[in-house]
Nanobody, 124 residues
Framework: QVQLVESGGGSVQAGGSLRLSCAAF????????MGWFRQAPGKEREGVAA????????IYADSVKGRFTISQDNAKNTVYLQMNSLKPEDTAMYYC?????????????????WGQGTQVTVSS
């Protein structure tokens, strides 16, 4: 069993920055592939970024490329999402996700473990 615990959400003005953290507890092989998703009110959940833990390779949604950076601290079994130049349209609940098998896609179905989410609100 794997537990994912997100933190770091909050409220910020447009142009500001936030860093989200996702700490993983459980079997490390289950978190070979970790990612961030977000869901705004009335919209479907969408993939934001993902990485292979230990390998460093990353993928991003086009909407966040150049503004968001996913990184990891393997010693702490934690993945981060640094969000810069935030826009009001980035407002959403952000979820951490993990899976043993990397798919190199940002699809919900490719992740078997999910956190509870952390709210990010960007005001104009």
């Amino acid at each position: 069993q794997v537990q994912l615990v997100e933190s770091g959400g909050g409220s910020v003005q447009a142009g500001g920055s936030l860093r989200l953290s996702c700490a993983a507890f459980g079997y490390s092989y289950s978190t070979n592939y970790m990612g961030w998703f977000r869901q705004a009110p009335g919209k479907e959940r969408e993939g934001v970024a993902a990485t292979i833990t230990g390998g460093g390779s990353t993928i991003y949604a086009d909407s966040v490329k150049g503004r968001f950076t996913i990184s990891q601290d393997n010693a702490k079994n934690t993945v981060y999402l640094q969000m810069n130049s935030l826009k009001p349209e980035d407002t959403a609940m952000y979820y951490c996700a993990a899976d043993p098998v990397p798919s190199w896609r940002l699809r919900e179905a490719d992740f078997g473990y999910w956190g509870q989410g952390t709210q990010v609100t960007v005001s104009s």
